[in-house]
């Protein structure tokens, strides 16, 4: 399994980068003017709006105290200061769904991680070459591995990683939208894990025990996220998304035998029953049926929605309503204790897939250490 898990999930991940780069809220000239205090396309928004804010360097500062005073944690959320998942089955889009419309919206776009942002050190060696040298419940695991042996005894912590990953980059998410004052759209959240977790389950890729202990990781770090003001979820039917799979997916994804019909079938239950229901009390979910109609008409959709005209008592997008105290002190606590909050997903268990033999840790030891 992966030997990282030796030191503990808080130091694997927060070597994990995010990028240095601001993405500013700009206005254009020549384009249609629209009041309306909603979510608005860059064409049609106000030449003369300007931002709230200051973008603050969150990556490179110590977000203060008395940053959070001046900065935009305290004051009015802007109209297209939104955060937008767009989520789905396999093969259906997504990537370059979200970056049209980030496009359109001017939206800071965030792609899902992946294993390269785990394996890859910052000087450019890639740990996964140490392989052949380990035993097995010493070796990293990935999706490209796991597609080609679903049943293999690493697959329960590949799972529990990818999650990770996915929890650091849907934080990085959040902090970009506080410290900048621009929306973001970002491929997957952490939520939908859990339903290729109970489809790795269901097809029995991974133990009951794996199983048990990832869901409760879940259970243990859900509540600290913000939900998202939108999902929008890619509502491609699993026929379909078979048929896709083999026309647009990737070499590997079209031999493996992971994508079963029965696969597909238990994600799609799981997210429509489990995950868009737990989110849609916090915010807006949208089904995007039509996978091929222009990006046009799907804002025409998306922005008829209601985000903003809300009361305090509605428990709807409370999350982004909270008082201006408790606005600083959660940037605050996103922007220095990601340590702390990433250790919310260490729970030990006795799963003998979710760990490493002493002998396979010193082994380790010595292989890592000579490089």
């Given at each position: ?6 030191s503990g ?9 995010i ?5 500013k ?6 384009v249609?003017k629209s ?8 064409s049609y ?6 931002p ?5 360097p969150?990556h490179?500062k ?5 940053e ?8 009015p959320?802007?109209?297209n200061?939104?955060l937008?998942?767009?989520d789905?089955?396999?093969?259906c889009g997504?990537k ?14 965030i792609?899902?991680?992946t294993?390269?942002d785990l394996?890859?050190?910052?000087w ?8 052949s ?17 679903p049943?293999?005894i ?7 990683y ?6 650091k ?6 902090l970009?939208?506080?410290?900048t004052?621009?929306g973001v759209?970002t ?11 109970t ?9 009951d025990?794996?199983y ?13 996220m913000?939900?998202p003001?939108?999902t929008?979820?890619m ?8 048929e ?6 990737e070499?590997l994804e ?11 079938t238990?994600f799609?239950?799981?997210i429509?029953c489990?995950v868009?229901?737990?989110l ?7 089904y995007?049926?039509n ?5 046009s ?8 929605l209601?985000?903003?005209?809300y ?9 982004w309503r ?6 600083i ?14 250790s ?17 840790s010193?082994?380790?030891e010595?292989?890592?250490g000579?490089?």
């Amino acid at each position: 399994m992966f030997p990282i898990l030796k030191s503990g999930l808080t130091n694997a991940l927060s070597s994990v980068g995010i990028s240095s780069k601001l993405h500013k809220v700009v206005s254009k000239t020549n384009v249609n003017k629209s009041q309306v205090a909603t979510l608005v396309r860059l064409s049609y928004r106000n030449e003369d709006e300007e931002p709230l804010i200051k973008p603050f360097p969150y990556h490179e500062k110590i977000y203060s105290s008395l940053e959070g005073r001046k900065s935009f944690a305290w004051k009015p959320w802007h109209p297209n200061c939104k955060l937008i998942v767009v989520d789905g089955p396999v093969a259906c889009g997504k990537k370059k769904f979200a970056q049209e419309l980030a496009k359109e919206l001017d939206f800071f776009y965030i792609p899902e991680p992946t294993f390269d942002d785990l394996y890859i050190t910052h000087w450019g060696f890639d740990v996964r070459t140490l392989d052949s040298q380990l035993p097995k419940d010493a070796q990293t695991w990935d999706i490209d591995r796991f597609l080609q042996d679903p049943h293999d005894i690493n697959t329960a912590a590949m799972q529990l990683y990818m999650y990770h990953l996915r929890l650091k980059s849907y934080i990085h998410a959040y902090l970009h939208l506080c410290h900048t004052g621009q929306g973001v759209i970002t491929v997957r959240g952490p939520w939908s894990d859990r339903c290729f977790t109970t489809a790795m389950h269901d097809s029995k890729y991974i133990s009951d025990g794996a199983y048990e202990t990832i869901m409760n990781t879940y259970k243990n770090t859900w509540h600290l996220m913000f939900r998202p003001h939108l999902t929008i979820y890619m509502d491609v039917p699993v026929d379909v998304t078979l048929e896709n799979i083999q026309k647009y997916g990737e070499p590997l994804e079209k031999t493996s035998k992971v994508f079963t019909k029965e696969y597909l079938t238990s994600f799609e239950t799981d997210i429509k029953c489990s995950v868009l229901d737990y989110l849609e009390p916090h915010g807006l979910i949208y089904y995007h049926k039509n996978i091929d109609e222009p990006i046009s008409d799907t804002l025409d959709e998306i922005e008829k929605l209601n985000f903003d005209n809300y009361l305090t008592r509605d428990f709807i997008l409370s999350f982004w309503r909270m008082s201006r105290d408790d606005q600083i002190g959660s940037v605050h606590m996103y922007s220095n204790e990601l340590d702390a909050i990433l250790s919310s997903t260490d729970i030990y268990s006795d799963v003998p897939e979710l760990h490493m033999s002493a002998e396979s840790s010193k082994i380790w030891e010595k292989v890592w250490g000579e490089e």
